[in-house]
């Protein structure tokens, strides 16, 4: 196989790893995956995302208690993006100008972009070096708290976390549906029925096991969306205030 179907195969047959062994990621591995985020596109050039690096075991503990999970304490790297206007405010300020638009709403999308990238692009790396990855959206659980404990300034926000490893699990490839579900050419496509439509698929997914919970298959499709929908956590509904405490203008 060359090194293109190998990168392919590997996107393909991508797989969250949350237990990884008790190994330290080589610092020259470390080394070149921050170099590959730092080398990941950026809106308009201006790079507008930061990355925490936690190392310190307390301060595992505190986020993987706000992920509700406790694996996270675990991780071999533990990694947070962010967004990051303040530096480039600062720049703006020290050559003498004037930075109001920092904190617009815009530059808040930019810098929430650019993290996700900049995370996207570190699991691939992860991946062709036979490391493995999961994302923690959960450090949104309390986004205030993380800020606390990351001692994150004004017009900084976490985006989404990062554990990363070498896989001490081999998890089932998890079913996904089909592209015609999503993949659509010039304009939306809206379907009749959907539960028509996804009806193959809620009956794959009854047949996944996710080793989060082993020996138990997971709910069908439909039933994990309306167990998702209907419910809310609290203080994820407090996002948005926690955005605006940080500097950012989000207002409509």
């Known amino acids: 196989m060359n090194q293109i179907d190998d990168m392919i195969e590997r996107q393909l047959q ?3 790893i949350r237990e990884f062994k008790d190994m330290k990621i080589p610092k020259e591995i470390f080394h070149t995956l921050m170099e590959i985020a730092r080398r990941t596109a950026t809106s308009n050039g201006m790079q507008s995302y930061s990355i925490i690096r936690i190392t310190d075991s307390v301060i595992k503990k505190e986020i993987a208690e706000i992920c509700n999970q406790e694996y996270v304490a675990r991780a071999p790297e533990l990694l947070v993006f962010i967004v990051d206007q303040f530096r ?3 720049i703006t300020k020290e050559k003498g100008s004037t930075t109001e638009n920092a904190s617009d709403m815009d530059r808040f999308f930019q810098g929430f972009t650019d993290a996700c990238l900049a995370a996207q692009n570190v699991v691939n790396g992860a991946e062709a070096m036979d490391l493995g990855a999961v994302y923690l959206g959960s450090i949104l659980n309390d986004s205030a708290q993380i800020c606390e404990i990351l001692n994150l300034p004004k017009l900084t926000f976490p985006v989404v ?6 896989p001490n699990q081999n998890p089932q490839l998890k079913p996904r549906f089909e592209n015609r579900l999503r ?3 010039n304009s939306y ?8 439509e996804i009806k193959d698929y809620d009956e ?7 080793l989060r919970n082993a020996n138990k298959r997971v709910d069908s499709f439909s039933d994990q969306v309306v167990a998702k929908l209907t419910t809310s956590m609290p203080n994820r509904q407090e996002m948005l205030r926690v955005i605006r405490q940080q500097g950012f203008e989000v207002d409509c």
């Open 14 to 16: 991508h797989r969250t």
């Open 88 to 90: 480039n405010n600062h």
């Open 161 to 166: 976390g990062l554990g990363i490893g070498y």
């Open 183 to 185: 993949v659509f050419e």
């Open 189 to 196: 496509r809206i379907f009749d029925n959907y539960l028509k």
């Open 204 to 210: 794959e997914m009854t047949t996944y096991y996710d």
